[in-house]
């Protein structure tokens, strides 16, 4: 009783390792459209493409570049070609848009059994134009207020309350999460051991310019976190590795 459509472009531009360096771009514009993108979500059972739209996991745009350099230091001999040759720097940067949020309302105004399933099928009102803005301000993705959870029972008068066994007008999904922006980089250095071994050293850094990224906005019009994001990814995070290679 569900479908779904995916269409992307995907654009790659790749440089082979030549002179020291190899780099990496790829770009995919896509749209992925479904009733219900995971067993959690229920689908309208009056009018299965009442909510149709755009998936929890629909990424509008995706760039991504990576790049492996080798340091053009003058090969060496003895104890300065040890210390000196070998180095390595690599990069990938990222950029994503925010994945869309799953608007609900559990207050049963859609007079659905809102608490036989796993997701709410109720949907607020909106009270105005929508638009997200920067979590890093005032911690929302949204502001609360666009959106009414009345029914015109429980708030009789109300001009946006919602029709009691009726679903509000608010889309299933709204668009977005705030993005994926990250630069991730490495620091390696390869030593010769004699003919037949070698010693790698590797410094990893994740999230170099330690972002603030936020995601998992609350969708819940019922909840008092409702529009603010409850998870957010690692900070700038350092790795060292030592590998003997043989």
């Not at 949204?142 to 946006?160: E, I, V």
Request: with cysteine; net charge neutral; charged share 15%.
């Amino acid at each position: 009783m569900a479908h779904s459509n995916y269409n992307s472009l995907q654009v790659l531009f790749e440089k082979r390792y030549s002179h020291g360096v190899q780099f990496q771009a790829s770009y995919t514009y896509s749209k992925s459209l479904d009733n219900a993108s995971s067993f959690e979500e229920l689908v309208g059972p009056t009018n299965f493409n009442s909510t149709y739209g755009p998936s929890l996991f629909d990424a509008r745009h995706r760039f991504v570049f990576n790049i492996v350099w080798e340091l053009p230091v003058p090969k060496m001999q003895g104890f300065a070609g040890r210390a000196l040759n070998g180095w390595q720097v690599s990069g990938i940067y990222t950029y994503q848009t925010g994945f869309p949020i799953l608007v609900s309302n559990c207050n049963d105004t859609e007079l659905q059994g809102t608490t036989l399933g796993f997701e709410c099928p109720g949907r607020p009102n909106f009270t105005g134009p929508f638009k997200t803005h920067n979590p890093r301000t005032d911690g929302f993705v949204f502001d609360p207020n666009l959106f009414d959870s009345c029914n015109n029972s429980t708030c009789p008068g109300d001009p946006t309350a919602v029709t009691l066994g009726t679903i509000g007008n608010v889309p299933r999904t709204i668009c977005c999460n705030p993005p994926i922006n990250n630069i991730d980089m490495g620091l390696f250095k390869d030593t010769a051991i004699g003919e037949k071994m070698r010693v790698e050293f590797r410094t990893e850094i994740f999230n170099v310019l330690n972002h603030a990224q936020f995601y998992g906005t609350d969708g819940n019009s019922a909840n008092t976190t409702f529009g603010q994001p409850q998870k957010v990814r690692d900070p700038r995070l350092f790795q060292f590795a030592l590998k003997l290679i043989f």
